[in-house]
């Protein structure tokens, strides 16, 4: 496929490169109009964007109003309530591999499932290795 083709009105988009980019975007405007302390401070001196769930944990205090705006911050506006919904699934992803390392882990030094139940608050053995078993495939996607 020549480079014009690929500009063609008519050739569809390659959703994923068009999620990545737009995940990009929203995480460069949150924290562009909302990044705070080390966050403002890295993004001023290196463009270093905020994490994922920094950045969705800024929104979602500062519309809850449970965080104050910085001085000259903008209020938070339909826009950064949609880029923060765009980074979710961002943020899951990256969780759910924090999740996951952390039962390999537990199981590797010891821990039983019942004990590994215990400390995610489920109510059994089963339900921990059923846990474990969802985020493996999940993160192994």
Same mark, same amino acid.
């Given at each position: 496929?020549?480079?014009?083709?690929?500009?063609?009105?008519?050739?569809?988009?390659?959703?994923?490169?068009?999620?990545? =980019? #737009?995940?990009?975007?929203? @995480?460069?405007?949150?924290?562009?109009?909302?990044?705070? +302390? &080390?966050?403002? !401070?890295?993004? /001023?001196?290196?463009?270093?964007?905020?994490?994922?769930?920094?950045? =969705? #944990?800024?929104?979602?205090? @500062?519309?809850?109003?449970?965080?104050?705006?910085?001085? +000259? &911050?903008?209020? !938070?506006?339909? /826009?950064?309530?949609?880029?923060?919904?765009?980074?979710?699934?961002?943020? #899951?992803?990256?969780?759910?591999?924090?999740?996951?390392?952390?039962?390999?882990?537990?199981?590797?030094?010891?821990?039983?499932?019942?004990?590994?139940?215990?400390?995610?608050?489920?109510?059994?053995?089963?339900?921990?290795?059923?846990?474990?078993?969802?985020?493996?495939?999940?993160?192994?996607?």
């Amino acid at each position: 496929m020549t480079e014009e083709r690929r500009d063609d009105a008519f050739t569809q988009p390659d959703p994923r490169n068009a999620q990545r =980019l #737009r995940t990009h975007q929203a @995480l460069l405007r949150i924290t562009e109009r909302h990044a705070t +302390g &080390e966050h403002r !401070v890295r993004w /001023d001196e290196s463009r270093m964007p905020m994490q994922p769930f920094d950045a =969705l #944990r800024r929104v979602a205090d @500062l519309a809850a109003g449970s965080a104050l705006p910085g001085d +000259g &911050e903008p209020p !938070v506006d339909q /826009d950064d309530l949609t880029a923060a919904l765009t980074l979710v699934p961002w943020a #899951r992803a990256e969780f759910d591999q924090l999740e996951a390392g952390l039962l390999q882990m537990s199981k590797g030094r010891g821990m039983t499932w019942q004990e590994i139940a215990f400390g995610l608050g489920l109510g059994s053995a089963q339900a921990a290795r059923q846990r474990h078993e969802r985020l493996t495939r999940r993160t192994d996607s």
